[in-house]
C-alpha cells in the first residue's frame, strides 16, 4: 500500500517546479524527502542494507494473477510478462508527458504561492495517472483512488450518463469477487473513458496561482 505514494510524486515534482523561483530549491526540497527516508531506514541499512533496499520497495515484484482487479482479461502468463511491464510504464511516461507538459502548459518558477485547487487536481490527476497504467490492482487498492473519482467526474464536461456509467462501472468491478474477464474490462474501459476526459485546469478555469484567484474575487 505504501508504494501507492509514488504516484503522487510526477505531480509534486511539477508542483515544486513551478512554486520555487530556481531549481536548486526544488532540489532542496526533494533532498529533504530523500532524508526522511534515510533516517527511517537507517537501522535497516546499517545492519541488513541489500534486503532492505530489495524488499521495502521491489520494484521487482510480480504479483499473483489471482487477486488482480484490472488485467483479469488476459492469461496469466501475459499477465507475469516483462514485455507487459514496459508497455505500461511506457504508457505511464507518455501519459504524463502529454498531460503535463502539453495540456497543463505549465509556466516553471514562479516563485509564488499556488491555488489550493490547482494543487490539488494536479495531485489528484497525477495518482489516477499511475492507477490507470498500474500493473496490477487489486481490492484493497481502490482506497487509493476512490475518493478522487467523482472529483474528476465533476470536473469533466461530459453528459451525466457518462459520469454515471463511470461511478458505476469502478464501483460495479471492485464489488465482482473474484474477477473476471468481463469485470476487469468494465474497469479497464472506466478508467480510460476518465482519462480520456480529463481537462487542464486552465480549461476548467481553475487558477495556477493564488493571487489570481484573489484578484478575481
Known amino acids: ?38 533516517l527511517l531506514g537507517t537501522p535497516f541499512l546499517l545492519t541488513h542494507p541489500i534486503p532492505y533496499l530489495r524488499k521495502a520497495f521491489e520494484l521487482d515484484r510480480v504479483f499473483f494473477y489471482k487477486w488482480t482487479v484490472n488485467l483479469k482479461f488476459l492469461d ?5 510478462s516483462k514485455p507487459l511491464s514496459l508497455i505500461l510504464l511506457l504508457c505511464h511516461i507518455t501519459t504524463l508527458i502529454y498531460l503535463f507538459v502539453y ?26 495517472i499511475g492507477i490507470v497504467f498500474a500493473r496490477t490492482l487489486h481490492y484493497q487498492f481502490y482506497s487509493w483512488y476512490f475518493h478522487a473519482v467523482p472529483l474528476m467526474l465533476w470536473l469533466t464536461n461530459r ?29 479497464q474501459a472506466a478508467h480510460l473513458v476518465l482519462l ?16 489570481q484567484y484573489e484578484k478575481e474575487s
Request: with cysteine; aromatic share 14%; hydrophobic share 55%.
Open 76 to 80: 496469466e502468463q501475459a499477465f507475469v
Open 196 to 211: 480520456w476526459n480529463i481537462q487542464s485546469p486552465h480549461d476548467l478555469g481553475i487558477p495556477v496561482l493564488y493571487e
Open 1 to 38: 500500500i505504501k508504494m501507492n505514494v509514488l504516484l503522487f510524486a510526477p505531480g509534486l515534482l511539477l508542483l515544486l517546479l513551478q512554486a520555487q523561483t530556481k531549481p536548486i530549491y526544488t532540489i532542496f526540497c526533494l533532498a529533504i524527502c530523500a532524508i526522511v527516508q534515510l
Open 159 to 187: 453528459a451525466w450518463y457518462i459520469k454515471a456509467f463511470v461511478l458505476i462501472a469502478v464501483e460495479y468491478a471492485f464489488n465482482v469477487f473474484p474477477a473476471t474477464a468481463p469485470s476487469s474490462l468494465i474497469l
Open 103 to 128: 495540456k497543463w502548459r505549465p509556466k516553471l518558477f514562479l516563485g509564488k504561492k499556488l491555488h489550493p485547487a490547482y494543487i490539488a487536481y494536479t495531485m489528484v490527476v497525477s495518482n489516477f
